[in-house]
């Protein structure tokens, strides 16, 4: 099992920024990839990004991309997701999420998830 605890979740006005952070731990050796994803209210849980843990490549949604980045620090085993420029349709519970490609070369399939960190984004 992995744990993902994620925090720096909170309110921004629109343009502003916010930095989100996910500690994992736990049998993180059977990860190979980690992300985030978001869900706001009545709506289904989208996908926001991507990152490889080994040689570190990234993935967006075209909703984020430009704006948001994903890093990691595998020393102290986070993941973190820098957004910038954020809208009003940023707004949402933003989960931490870890999985593997289970084909070569194919897309992380995420089987952990955090508890989620929510983000608000007033105009």
């Known amino acids: 099992q992995v744990q993902l605890v994620e925090s720096g979740g909170g309110s921004v006005q629109a343009g502003g920024s916010l930095r989100l952070s996910c500690v994992t731990s736990?049998?993180?050796?059977?990860?190979?990839?980690l992300g985030w994803f978001r869900q706001a209210p009545g709506k289904e849980r989208e996908w926001v990004a991507t990152?490889?843990?080994?040689?570190?490549?990234?993935e967006y949604a075209d909703s984020v991309k430009g704006r948001f980045g994903i890093s990691q620090d595998n020393a102290k085993n986070t993941v973190s997701l820098q957004m910038n420029s954020l809208k009003p349709e940023d707004t949402a519970m933003y989960y931490c999420?870890?999985?593997?490609?289970?084909?070569?070369?194919?897309?992380?399939?995420?089987?952990?998830y955090g508890q989620g960190t929510q983000v608000t984004v007033s105009s």
């Open positions: 999420a870890g999985g593997r490609n289970r084909l070569l070369s194919g897309p992380c399939e995420y089987d952990y």
């Open positions: 990152i490889w843990i080994r040689g570190g490549r990234t």
């Open positions: 736990g049998a993180t050796y059977t990860i190979s990839c």
